[in-house]
């Protein structure tokens, strides 16, 4: 693409070195760049690409996207802010594909990825094609393999490449997971939504937003944005629902779901079991019973999260039964890795995401089982949240087992400690203590017996561990079928 045609879409304040080259990429880090490609000068928490852009023009940079003059003799387009316009520059490289997508953005603290993939399935149901982006990376369908991801909504130039990707693979209907960071940071800027459903909000990424008025402020960019004719999906149990809804402009449709507060989409009559959950779903004059293969009270409202977005798009009710009621679990949501005892690997590393799963756990352990609870805490993250999930892991559990996440540059052990805080009293026989997560998990196989329900929580689907210095091979699913499946000798 000519770069006089993205001067005219980004309109920086001032062009230097004029020259109208062609432009045949974005890239904002000079180790990966490639020949004829513009480098945006992006500004992070620790870096700044404005001192990499000299080594950008060694490496091939034919123009530069920057937020103060370089001494380099190539085209500069100078802006206020390159982390809103590497978003107005990506959309008009790869042709704006989202205008031609019905895209559909779902935000919250919790729940984002499951419901994503309820939306896909529902579409697929109703034989409509539907490509999902997420954490776990972006598929063309259900029953395709993911694409690397290396954010829960990839950054600009990658997010609208693999729209324009899902276009040419001749899908219309988009289902994306958006991130607070996300919206801050600006990497949906320019995407037409069709609509937005939010799932909750509820304590996490402080360590980025500081407070939860700020992170609430980031998550309603993605429905105060929303286009007249667009649609909001919002759970009306959460505390911040008004707030949802006030945001919303004028002409977009608003369809509310919940089951403690009247709502457009309600479920009731609900009952758990060990095989799942089941309940009434009512909206208007319909009536259908659902019965999931999936468990817990959070699965009713992904499940009604899902539904209203098909609802909006003019998907009946049955349609949504027949996709939900063929549903497994999510990879690292609530899976069950092992029967005997029942070993839940999830992603829970909320507070409320871990009192979520907790309940749901409890409704499954027998009255002569214990409920163990395996986690940590992620380093360089929010602090605060640590003594908050101990407290609830307690509270919740009759045994715990306190061990490292991401521990990133911190230390194990001081990340255990904040934990600790938490607790009420430390009773050696009830509350264990192990920094390696491999040792922690062998650890459950001494202290489950085969009634007992344990929760491994925190990585789910992760197949990592950050450490200080290197980042290894690791994945919770793996150590629970070593040790308990394939009975590794203690």
């Known amino acids: 693409m000519e770069l006089s045609k993205i001067i005219k879409e980004v309109e920086p304040i001032e062009v230097l070195n004029f020259k109208d080259v062609d432009i045949l990429g974005i890239s904002y880090n000079s180790k990966t760049i490639n020949s004829h490609e513009i480098f945006v000068c992006l500004k992070g928490e620790h870096v700044d690409g404005h001192d990499y852009a000299q080594m950008a023009f060694e490496k091939g940079a034919v123009a530069l996207m920057c937020e103060k003059p370089l001494n380099i003799e190539i085209p500069q387009l100078i802006v206020t802010s390159t982390q809103e316009k590497i978003a107005d520059l990506s959309a008009c490289f790869y042709h704006n594909p989202s205008r031609e997508l019905n895209l559909i953005g779902v935000t919250g603290t919790n729940g984002k990825t499951t419901v994503t993939h309820l939306i896909q399935k529902i579409f697929e149901q109703n034989s409509k094609k539907c490509a999902l982006i997420g954490t776990l990376g972006y598929k063309l369908s259900s029953n395709s393999e993911y694409f690397e991801a290396k954010h829960t909504t990839p950054q600009a130039p990658e997010l609208q490449h693999t729209l324009q990707r899902i276009l040419k693979s001749d899908i219309l209907n988009v289902v994306t997971e958006v991130s607070s960071h ?58 911040y629902a008004q707030r949802f809804i ?6 977009v449709d608003i369809i509310t779901y919940g089951v403690k507060n009247n709502s457009d989409l309600m479920a009731k009559n609900i009952e758990f079991t060990s095989s799942g959950v089941s309940f009434d779903c009512v909206f208007k004059e319909q009536k259908t019973f659902i019965k999931l ?51 839940i690997v999830d992603y829970a590393h909320t507070p409320d995401g871990l009192e979520n799963i907790l309940r749901a756990a409890r409704e499954l352990t027998p009255k002569d089982g214990s409920l163990i609870c395996l986690f940590g805490c992620g380093g360089d993250r929010d602090a605060t949240k640590r003594p908050k999930m101990g407290k609830i892991a307690q509270s919740l559990s009759d045994k715990i087992v306190i061990t490292s996440d991401n521990p990133r540059s911190e230390d194990p052990q001081q990340i255990i400690t904040d934990i600790l805080s938490g607790l009420k009293l430390i009773n050696p026989k009830t509350v264990f203590v192990e920094p390696d997560r491999a040792e922690a998990i062998k650890l459950l196989r001494k202290l489950a017996n085969d009634k007992d329900v344990v929760i491994v929580a925190g990585k789910g689907h992760e197949n990592y561990q950050i450490l200080k210095d290197k980042t290894i091979h690791f994945d919770d699913r793996e150590e629970v079928a070593k040790v308990f499946i394939n009975n590794v000798k203690l």
């Open 246 to 251: 006030d945001v919303v402009p004028k002409g």
């Open 182 to 239: 996300s919206l801050e940071q600006h990497r949906v800027r320019k995407c037409k939504f069709s609509g937005a459903v939010f799932t909750n909000l509820t304590q996490d990424h402080l360590d980025f937003h500081v407070t939860m008025e700020n992170y609430f402020n980031a998550k309603s960019k993605l429905f105060s944005e929303l286009n007249e004719g667009a649609y909001a999906v919002i759970n009306n149990d959460d505390k």
């Open 293 to 343: 293969m999936l468990n817990g009270m959070f699965s009713v409202y992904n499940a009604l999260a899902a539904i209203g977005c098909a609802l909006a798009n003019g998907i009946a009710l049955d349609v949504s039964k027949a996709a939900l009621e063929s549903t497994k679990s999510v990879a690292g949501r609530f899976e069950i890795v092992c029967t005997s005892p029942l070993v």
